[in-house]
């Protein structure tokens, strides 16, 4: 059984950092694309950052300069570095794997639960 555990959500204020991690467990053969989305109540959720398995990476428009995605493949780790946050950054973040539990299988998106992030003004 495949799960994404993300951590790393809280309160923080304007301006500030914030790291966010999400880690894959279960029996997986590799991982293709790992993304981070946000979704702010009454509104759909959202693209914030991609990252390939060769490390090419995408953003939205609204957190470029500002975000950094990463990955570490041996930890089945994605993270998204979060800076100079202001208030439409408050969203619940999740995180989504691309990925392939056999070497036989198709791949398929697994979704993480979310983790809360607020910023205040």
């Known amino acids: 059984q495949v799960q994404l555990v993300e951590s790393g959500g809280g309160l923080v204020q304007a301006g500030n950092s914030l790291k966010l991690s999400c880690q894959a467990s279960g029996g997986i053969f590799s991982i293709n694309i790992m993304s981070w989305f946000r979704q702010v109540p009454g509104k759909q959720r959202e693209l914030v950052a991609r990252i390939t398995n060769t490390g090419t990476t995408n953003y939205a428009d609204s957190v470029k300069d500002r975000f950094a995605i990463s990955r570490d493949n041996a930890k089945r780790t994605v993270y998204l570095q979060m800076n100079s946050l202001n208030a439409e950054d408050t969203a619940v973040y999740y995180c989504?794997?691309?990925?392939?539990?056999?070497?036989?299988?198709?791949?398929?998106?697994?979704w993480g639960k979310g983790t809360l992030v607020t910023v205040s003004s």
């Open positions: 989504k794997m691309n990925l392939k539990q056999y070497y036989y299988t198709s791949s398929t998106d697994y």
